[in-house]
C-alpha cells in the first residue's frame, strides 16, 4: 500500500512522474529569481570631492530607461539605445508558466492520482502541454543564450565609455569619469537553468507519454506479434 500523508499519495512523488515534476519546479525558479539578480550601477565622478558625484543602480532590462545627469547641467542623457526587456520578459513568462504547471500536475499527482489514472484525456493532456512548454524553453533558452551574450558586450566598461562620449556625456574616454559595474553571474546561471528546463521538460514528454493510451495501446499491438514470432521460433 503507498504511503500516505493524510490525504496526499506521497508514493508519485518516488516515481520519475512526480519526481521529475519537482526538479522541474526547483529549476523553474531559479531562472525565474536569477532574473532578478540582475544589477548595472554607474557612478559619475563629477570632481575630486565626490560631492556632486551621481550614482545609480537598476535592474531593468530596458536599459533605454536609464538616463544620466551631465555634470554641468540638469540635462539628462541616454546612455543606452538597445532594450533586451522583450527577451527577458518572455523568459521569466516561460518559468512562471513552468512553475504553476509543475505544481498544478504535482497536486493532482498526490491528491488525485485515481482521477488522473482512470481519465484518459488528462495524460494525454498532460503530454500535449509538456510538448509545448519544452518547445518554449528551447526557443527561449536559444534566444536567451544569445542576448546574454549580447547584454555582457554590450554593457562591458569600454563600450559604455564608447556610448558616453557618442551621447555627449564625455568629452573622451580618457578624461570621463564614468565607472560602472554590472552583475553577470545571476545571467549564467540563468542560461544554465534554462538550459536545464529545457532538457528536463524534453525528457518529461516521454514520461507523460508513457502514461497516456496511446502508449497502452501502442504495447498491446506489438504484443500478439511477439507471441506469433515465439509460436513461429
Known sequence: MAPRLGNMDVEQLKVPLGFIKIIEFVMALIVYVSLNGWRFDYHL??????????????????????WIK?????????????????????????????????????????????????????????TAITIVIACCWFIVFWSWWRQTSSLENYTSKENVLSRAVETKLCASTKDCGLDT??????????????????????????????????????????????????TLG
Not at 45 to 66: H, M, Q, S, W
Not at 195 to 212: D, S
Request: with cysteine; charged share 20%; hydrophobic share 40%.
Open 45 to 66: 565622478k563629477c570632481d575630486e570631492t565626490g560631492v556632486d558625484d551621481i550614482r545609480d543602480e537598476t535592474n531593468t532590462f530596458a536599459l533605454p530607461d536609464i
Open 70 to 126: 551631465n555634470c554641468s547641467s540638469d540635462k539628462k542623457v541616454q546612455l543606452f539605445d538597445t532594450s533586451y526587456r522583450f527577451s527577458a520578459s518572455m523568459v521569466s513568462l516561460i518559468s512562471i508558466i513552468s512553475i504553476m504547471y509543475s505544481l498544478a500536475m504535482l497536486f493532482i499527482y498526490l491528491y488525485r492520482w485515481n482521477a488522473y489514472t482512470s481519465d484518459d484525456n488528462l495524460p494525454r493532456m498532460d
Open 181 to 230: 559595474y554590472a552583475m553577470y553571474a545571476p545571467l549564467s546561471v540563468s542560461v544554465v537553468a534554462a538550459m536545464g528546463c529545457a532538457l528536463l521538460f524534453a525528457y518529461n514528454i516521454w514520461i507523460t507519454y508513457k502514461e497516456t493510451i496511446w502508449f497502452r495501446q501502442r504495447q498491446m499491438n506489438q504484443v500478439p506479434h511477439t507471441i506469433e514470432t515465439h
